[in-house]
């Protein structure tokens, strides 16, 4: 015969229930999920918290409980984006193997980066229209170490004699600009396609392709007809 207490809560199950960090947690991640859409569409300045707030399911005090302005929940948007970037493309930069292979993985990377989050370009616009300290701390935080990174990268690839030799400042701003573009004129892109949409699997694809060809007919001596 079962006793009562064999109903009650299995103390060794996996799911217990949710402690206050863990709503905490959801919390904010739902009101940075929600206001970089609002910043994407906006901008800092004609985004409306009240919308974000709305758009996370919680009242506006919970907003200015978890960033006490609209200015620090617009940093913290930029800083998570920027910092997840990072990570991944330092952990692939500063990888082993061939200085070509290697570059080829961070563009592949690069690129999947962007075109998973449709709202980066936007907000990289409107955080280099904006300028000030901010974007000043953004690049001393991020956009520095990766571009010290991928100048070694180019250099350890050209003593070894698989990339030509070139002006390394330019040739990382050409292989980003190849990978950005793209994307930040998404709306020019639709126009001139009558209407396809940038970001279909296809044309993603395509454009990635092309990218990565491009890049290796540029700069590699000896390039490879297939992408890698």
Known sequence: MNHPAAAGPRRGSSRGPVTQDQRSARTR??????????????????????????????????????FESKQALYEAV?????????????????????????LMQYVAMHFDFISSRHRYASLYQHLMMGGGGFMEKIVRRYFAPRAQAVDRLLARGQRTGE???????????????????????????????????????????LRKEEVMRFIQFALFNHPREDVP
Do not use: C, W
């Open 29 to 66: 991640a739902a009101l940075l999920a929600a206001a970089e859409a609002e910043f994407a569409a906006e901008g800092l300045s004609g985004a409306r918290t009240d919308a974000i707030a709305r758009t996370a399911g919680v009242n506006k005090a919970m907003l200015y409980y978890h």
């Open 78 to 102: 930029i800083d998570d984006h920027f910092r997840e970037f990072n990570r991944q493309a330092m952990a692939v930069l500063e990888s082993d193997g061939p200085a070509g292979q290697v």
């Open 163 to 205: 990339f030509r030799r070139t002006h390394r400042t330019h040739t990382s701003i050409s292989i980003a600009a190849l990978i950005v573009f793209y994307f930040s004129a998404s709306k020019v892109m639709e126009l001139l396609q009558q209407g396809a949409d940038p970001y279909s699997k296809e044309n993603l694809r």
